[in-house]
């Protein structure tokens, strides 16, 4: 899987006291599985697709209409061993595609995981959502990627 981004990237790297890091040497993200992304996503009217094999899953969420397109993946080694969270919004209308994108990776962006801090990875992701931007929140990496007009990606992964 490929993932590309351009320059104008800002990076933070913050660990809260006595939190812990949620990346590890398995290369997981710590304390989320499959069903705690897609569950609330299923519930907002997202289609589910499930792509589960002896070594790997990938989930699809999506959802679309005329004026934008919700999309979110997730890939394991295991239904509880998480290594990558995409979430991708596509705007098709005339809107500002950084305050549209905002409610839908906003909320990929907080859900837990062990040490999770789902504050400031909202307001890292509003300060940021309109330029490339990286960060590592106790442990987790988050990275928004704002190369084109009307797409904005969140990625999250453990920090390597």
Partial sequence: MCFFSCS???SVTEKEPGKSEA?????IIKGISAASLYEPLRQKGFSIDKQLGPDAIFIDCDK????????????????EKIIEIRASYTNY???????LAKPFLGFIATLPYEGSTPEKAREWLDQNIS??????INGVDFEIVANL????TLLITPKK
């Fill in 8 to 10: 104008n990237t800002s």
């Fill in 23 to 27: 990346g590890n040497m398995d290369g």
């Fill in 64 to 79: 679309s209409s005329s004026e934008a397109t919700e999309h979110l993946r997730i890939a394991g080694n295991e239904p």
């Fill in 93 to 99: 209308t005339s809107g500002n595609a950084n305050e």
């Fill in 131 to 136: 330029k490339n931007s990286k960060t590592t």
């Fill in 149 to 152: 007009k009307n797409i904005r």
